[in-house]
T-cell receptor, first 115, second 115 residues
Framework: EAGVTQFPSHSVIEKGQTVTLRCDPI?????LYWYRRVMGKEIKFLLH????????ESGMPNNRFLAERTGGTYSTLKVQPAELEDSGVYFC?????????????FGPGTRLTVT | AQSVTQLDSQVPVFEEAPVELRCNYS??????LFWYVQYPNQGLQLLLK??????LVESINGFEAEFNKSQTSFHLRKPSVHISDTAEYFC?????????????FGRGTQLTVWP
């Protein structure tokens, strides 16, 4: 069974540009999470989808970040326009339901560098 | 609100030596506790977890962690490390009363095992 996959693995963009990160969860996992780790700091929660609905988006830093999960399968996280402080590693995770019961499986992350 | 403190960002040890990675947490509510491990170029993997019952939990590869409620700690230990244990280790908590799966992480501890 394939694990959580993320694309791209690395992205280098200039300040002001747009970047879209993609996450493919494990098949059958209704729950999908995005987390971010800024260098030297803790991994921080961004948001949680249950199928195509945003269950909790309290961790989204500002309105430059837009997450979608059309059809309840893969998810995209768009940053527009990107700022220097958006640099970091973006992790995606997925789990079965209910989310409080099941383990989260993480992808390898996308390393975003904004110059 | 929950917060997790990992006191050591880097822990270098020699092969076959014992190791302890420290984790303390702060929370106004009861929590579940987790240790995740990230090997190079891979996603985070669940190493072990404390949900209830015995405060001493073990992993399949020889790590153990003990939940200490009075000290709000969940330190990770291994009596004899291998070079293959070199990885970054993350302590995390989740709100016990929540139906959601949001995790709160520490900053991570890089364990490097030298021959």
């Amino acid at each position: 069974e394939a694990g959580v996959t993320q694309f791209p693995s690395h992205s280098v963009i200039e300040k002001g540009q747009t970047v879209t990160l993609r996450c493919d969860p494990i098949s059958g996992h209704d729950n999908l999470y995005w987390y971010r780790r800024v260098m030297g700091k803790e991994i921080k929660f961004l948001l949680h989808f249950v199928k195509e609905s945003k269950q909790d988006e309290s961790g989204m830093p500002n309105n430059r970040f837009l997450a979608e999960r059309t059809g309840g399968t893969y998810s995209t996280l768009k940053v527009q326009p990107a700022e220097l402080e958006d640099s970091g590693v973006y992790f995606c995770a997925s789990s079965l339901s209910p989310p409080a019961t099941y383990e989260q499986y993480f992808g390898p992350g996308t390393r975003l560098t904004v110059t | 609100a929950q917060s997790v403190t990992q006191l050591d960002s880097q822990v270098p040890v020699f092969e076959e030596a014992p190791v302890e990675l420290r984790c303390n947490y702060s929370s106004s509510v009861s929590v579940y506790l987790f240790w995740y491990v990230q090997y190079p170029n891979q996603g985070l993997q669940l190493l072990l977890k404390y949900l209830s019952g015995s405060t001493l939990v073990e992993s399949i590869n020889g790590f153990e962690a003990e939940f200490n409620k009075s000290q709000t700690s969940f330190h990770l230990r291994k009596p004899s490390v291998h070079i293959s244990d070199t990885a970054e280790y993350f302590c995390a908590v989740r709100n016990r009363g929540s139906t959601l799966g949001r995790l709160y992480f520490g900053r991570g501890t890089q364990l490097t095992v030298w021959p």
